[in-house]
């Protein structure tokens, strides 16, 4: 069995097609979350053998915490509160890996809300809503992609509305395709190591998220929202830049230094002189 498991089950949950993924590569026998979490349980309780080896119940916590991730991915209730339970196990046993402590704890409540609330919350739903019958893309928009979704905005017969729907008419109701580059294996960990020596860590949390895009056949890379922390001046801006590059996506910066509230990232009304939609929705216009 291939041992180097961690970066497959420490993280949060996953989608179908990735289910499928660690099920073949791990060679995992299961058709339902139940079935999942069972065996997880097995395998775990199976470690309690004084015969084994020490390289035999490594490999059974391994396949445990695997079992168990796909279970949870997979929806099933219990298997939320047992995930977060071996998250502490790992933080336990990896003492000395102080730095990565806080994402370690971020996985433990990300795991321990969806136990409170049996995964009510926590999951993104990523369905397309359908657009207005009046704003149909033509045929030749229907590519895959993301819909910014608004039937109207305001009065859209006012001379207010009419412009406003012209200058946003590139994206308003349109499929925007899917941008960048999928970079090739350890691509991204090895360059950010090097320009980064500070942001390793950082560097294999991204290297691990596509890791799994490339195993499931995504063509362009996603990463979930990425919050970097530290003093003034030590590369943070640097880095997000150069994390895009990589990707093949453009970077927008947006300085939120000192302010008081969201104005620089909502939008502002049309009552105001200088009204314009949200951030989001300017920077897919732009670029």
Known sequence: MDMDGT???LRETGTLAEVEVIKERFTLAFETSKEAYETGSIHFASMANLDWTEEEVAEALQ???????CAASMGHPDSYSAMAQHINMHVLANYGCQD???IWQDLHSYY???SRTKGRVGKLNLSRPAPAPDDEPSS???KTGFYIQKGKIGDPESGDGKSIRARYSDVLNKPLPSRGVMPAEDEVVTILSREFPWAAQAAM????????QRAVGRATPRLK???LVGPPGTGKTALANRIAELLGLPSTMIMVGGSADGASLSAITRGWHGSRPCAPVVVANDK
Do not use: Q
Not at 63 to 69: P, Q, V
Not at 205 to 212: G, Y
């Open 63 to 69: 396949l445990t915490r695997l079992y168990l991730w």
């Open 205 to 212: 949390h991204i290297e691990s998220a596509l890791s799994i």
């Open 225 to 227: 929202p990425l919050l």
């Open 140 to 142: 030749e928009n229907k």
């Open 100 to 102: 990565m402590w806080p």
């Open 112 to 114: 321990d809300d969806l």
């Open 7 to 9: 970066k497959f089950w």
